[in-house]
């Protein structure tokens, strides 16, 4: 059983920044990749960033580069996400994922990652 936990969500001005943790446990990934993505009200979910075990490879969606950062501890067996420079379009409900593999892209933006937690919700107001 994998369990995959969010937190770290809430209400921010725009400009400002919040930062997203996510804690897995009961089965560790020796080789696969974390990810966040999000849903935004009446939207289909989307991909945002992704990062290979080592951490030696980040992926990031277009409309986020150069705002949020991707970082992993794998002693703790946690995926943080830095979001900074935080626009309305950003309010959505942030999902982690988890992968069994790494590199594997465009599989995660099209289809998703094989393990998911239950979301926190991060609402920017203008």
């Known amino acids: 059983q994998v369990q995959l936990v969010e937190s770290g969500g809430g209400l921010v001005q725009a400009g400002g920044s919040l930062r997203l943790s996510c804690a897995s446990s009961?089965?560790?990934?020796?080789?696969?990749?974390m990810g966040w993505f999000r849903q935004a009200p009446g939207k289909e979910r989307e991909f945002v960033v992704a990062i290979t075990y080592s951490g030696a490879r980040t992926y990031y969606a277009e409309s986020v580069k150069g705002r949020f950062t991707v970082s992993r501890d794998n002693a703790k067996n946690t995926v943080y996400l830095q979001m900074n420079s935080l626009k309305p379009e950003d309010t959505a409900v942030y999902y982690c994922a988890a992968d069994l593999y790494s590199g594997d892209y465009s599989r995660w933006v099209r289809y998703g990652m094989h393990f998911w937690g239950k979301g926190t919700l991060v609402t920017v107001s203008s």
């Open positions: 009961g089965r560790t990934f020796s080789s696969g990749a």
